[in-house]
């Protein structure tokens, strides 16, 4: 059993920050990589940023250099660091677990809701 837990979603203006965490526990040998996916109403789940065990960062071209995705090995806490947040951020942002251990499996939050007011 695996249980990633969400933390730091709220309301924040325009160009402001937020910082996510992800917090990820039970059978969790074998991490590979974690990250963040968003989902907007009436839109697909995409990709926001991910980093693997070895520390390898990746982002959508929509979110670079405004957020900053870190992980702490030995808390298996994932971050996002959100910065200058736009009207288009807005969205349900989900933790991602992803581990290579007898094959590969992938875990997902609860989701943690992002608004953005202009």
């Known amino acids: 059993q695996v249980q990633l837990v969400e933390r730091g979603g709220g309301l924040v203006q325009a160009g402001g920050s937020l910082r996510l965490s992800c917090a990820a526990s039970?059978?969790?040998?074998?991490?590979?990589?974690m990250g963040w996916y968003r989902q907007a109403p009436g839109k697909q789940r995409e990709l926001v940023a991910t980093?693997?065990?070895?520390?390898?960062?990746n982002y959508a071209d929509s979110v670079k250099g405004r957020f900053t995705i870190s992980r702490d090995n030995a808390k298996n806490t994932v971050y996002l660091q959100m910065n200058s947040l736009k009207p288009e951020d807005p969205a349900v942002y989900y933790c991602?677990?992803?581990?290579?251990?007898?094959?590969?499996?992938?875990?997902w939050g609860q989701g943690t809701q992002v608004t953005v007011s202009s």
């Open positions: 039970g059978r969790i040998s074998g991490i590979k990589r």
């Open positions: 991602n677990l992803l581990i290579s251990w007898l094959g590969e499996y992938t875990y």
């Open positions: 980093v693997t065990s070895g520390g390898s960062t």
